[in-house]
């Protein structure tokens, strides 16, 4: 996690509204470190999701966390780090908290939808060995090929469910030892919520977005230093401000290295 990234996503955060980080490289230990010092200062984990070509990136969200457990931190957070803004004075890092935000991406990452799309997989693999045997030719012998071409993917697959099951089941056991509990959203997925957390939909204040219902400004923003904001309105009111973020009228604003995009109320 660099002094650039974390600047970026400080000052992203400073608008109250939702903020999308980009790994990349798909790097969840990089996106669990953001989403840490995120948490210090009145935002929460949200949502992850993998994006670019080839699923090769990550990309994640955080929201405003209205709590009055949250504020309380962010203000006492930003009362003995006042610097923080500048990417380094930031509070260090707890390794249990870590690790719990690293189990919450994986999963969301990997759980029963990974499992779900392994199964399809099964049988377009299934589906497509009849359709190259019949364009061999049909033979006995091309079905034969198909065949030993069926069973060597459905072996990678195999391999890829048991291992995906197995991690799911590791991460799953972590976040329930920690009080998290499983929570079925309305699309069927099963997500991972802290103790008193909500789904969205039961009194979230958050609207639709790419994620879910979790894309409009929050209703009560982080407590941010007063020196903060002007920095912040500098960078966003000054003459040129898509040349600080990337931003102009109508598309997602997007930051180079770090790759933080403010996500579309």
Known sequence: MSKRQTQKMLR???????????????SVKKLARLAFVAQQFGYEYADVRQGGGNNSQLKMLIVPDPSPQAQAR?????AQYPNAHDGVSVPPLVPDAFE???ARINFDLTGKNAE?????????VSIGAVIIAYRLGGTSDDFVIAAVIWLAL??????GFVVTRKRNAK????????????????TGRVRYLPPGGQMPGHGNPFGAAPYGPYGAQAQGAPPVPPQHRGRVAGVR????PHRE???RPGRRASASGADLVRARR
């Open 12 to 26: 992203l955060m400073a608008s109250g509204e939702p903020v999308e980080l980009t790994s990349p490289m798909a």
């Open 74 to 78: 962010a203000a006492q957070n930003w």
């Open 100 to 102: 719990l935000l690293k």
């Open 116 to 124: 779900k799309r392994m199964g399809y997989g099964a049988i377009g």
């Open 154 to 159: 459905m072996a990678i697959l195999g391999i």
């Open 171 to 186: 991460f799953a056991a972590r976040l329930q030892a920690a009080g998290f509990m499983p929570v079925t959203d309305e």
């Open 237 to 240: 009111l000054g003459r040129h």
């Open 245 to 247: 973020t990337g931003h």
